[in-house]
């Protein structure tokens, strides 16, 4: 069963970080990753300081609930907040 797990991360570090366990750790393919601003400011990710719009969105497409749970608690390892499996 495919579960998505989505994290919010105050910074475009954080959120590029989380990406890089999930894919090199836990062998998510890149394809199943989405990575998206919440505020029209923080698209970019020039700074490294926490967004003033808004975070930055990670979202997972998983096909295994083992690696579901694996990019949860990577997401929490790495900065994550209002994290859910859905």
């Given at each position: ?75 929490e ?10």
């Amino acid at each position: 069963m495919e579960r998505t797990i989505t994290g919010h991360f105050s910074t475009r570090k954080e959120a590029d970080l989380a990406v890089e366990h999930v894919v090199q750790e836990h062998g998510i393919p890149r394809p199943d990753i989405f990575i998206q601003p919440l505020g029209a400011d923080n698209s970019a990710g020039s700074k490294s300081t926490p967004a003033a719009h808004g975070d930055i969105e990670v979202s997972v497409d998983c096909h295994d609930i083992d690696k579901a749970r694996a990019v949860k608690l990577a997401f929490e390892q790495t900065g994550g907040h209002e994290i859910r499996m859905y």
